[in-house]
């Protein structure tokens, strides 16, 4: 059986270097080794694909520097409407959860779903009121505030009323984060939250939590977790068409993954990334923007870490 492989991004909405602090980029890195670190405990001890990517997807959603859970984006009406899914390659199985506003882990609240539920997403009121009613822990909105939305916030208010809003930068509009993970028994298994795009309208749903465009996972081929514009990623299917080029085409997971990202999507002119691993335990971290935030452990057991174009070797997991 192959060697257990984790994988994870925290999106491509990346700042510029000099735009964040040292000490604030080492943080970010220090996020992005602790949920690897906390999946690959799992797959170490021999668990689970899907148990693994869940875990490091709560880290990240309770780390400040993403755009998910605590440090979500704000829509136009300054509250937070968050979106997760997550599925399990063994079985097929999916849940997901969208524009849910007090559930603290929403990749938690997509698990329930898929696991305790006859659905695959649960919408709004009704979705925070299921995780509330099978346990999982809620919190007012304002614990997904940070100052640092509340200023993207405000600052795309001014790019809109001066009518610039289309030269937004990606790393003021978007943000996601997302696992993908192989186990010693072969599973597979992704999972992706998001608080959408800073300024969005009330009610919008983009890409994570719908499965087959920001999330997909099947054995014996690959998972696949996006990050980007969502609408055009649900037009096109983006994370099944992943699957489906390998499937159908024969394309290996790097020139399925190329294609898909760096002629596909950037065709739309959108900043676009995404993490995927195959049935082989082999990674793709295709992005089109200035940095993704991303990590990943494979058969060697290294931890690595980026969040532009340079890797950072931290050792052994």
């Not at 002629?263 to 990674?283: P, T």
């Amino acid at each position: 059986m192959p060697s257990p492989v984790i994988a994870i991004h925290g999106g491509c909405g990346t700042l510029a270097a000099d735009l964040q602090s040292a000490a604030d980029w080492a943080e970010t890195r220090a996020h992005l080794a602790a949920a690897l670190r906390a999946a690959w405990r799992i797959l170490a001890a021999g668990g689970a694909a899907l148990d693994a990517v869940e875990a490091a997807v709560v880290v990240l959603e309770d780390s400040p520097h993403f755009n998910a859970g605590h440090g979500a984006a704000l829509t136009e009406d300054a509250v937070h409407e968050l979106d997760a899914s997550i599925m399990d390659g063994a079985t097929m199985a999916a849940g997901a959860v969208c524009t849910v506003r007090t559930i603290r882990n929403p990749v938690r609240a997509a698990r329930a779903v898929m696991e305790r539920s006859d659905c695959v997403l649960l919408a709004g009121a009704a979705a925070d009121a299921f995780a509330q009613a099978h346990g999982l822990a809620c919190v007012g909105n304002g614990y997904f505030t940070t100052e640092r939305r509340v200023q993207a916030l405000a600052a795309l208010k001014a790019r809109a009323a001066r009518g610039t809003i289309a030269l937004a930068s990606e790393a003021e509009r978007h943000g996601t984060v997302g696992a993908v993970a192989l186990d010693g028994d072969g599973r597979l298994a992704a999972a992706t939250s998001t608080g959408g795009f800073n300024n969005k309208p009330a009610g919008r749903v983009g890409d994570t939590p719908v499965i087959g465009a920001g999330t997909y996972a099947r054995n014996g081929v690959c998972a696949v977790s996006c990050t980007g514009q969502g609408e055009v990623f649900m037009r096109r299917v983006a994370a099944y068409d992943v699957v489906a080029r390998m499937s159908y085409a024969g394309q290996t997971l790097r020139q399925a993954t190329d294609a898909l990202v760096l002629d596909m999507l950037s065709s739309h002119r959108i900043g676009a990334g995404l993490v995927a691993v195959d049935a082989a335990g082999n990674v793709a971290m295709p992005f089109n923007t200035l940095g993704m935030a991303r990590g990943w452990i494979a058969a060697d057991g290294r931890l690595r870490v980026a969040t532009h174009k340079d890797v950072i070797d931290m050792g052994g997991a």
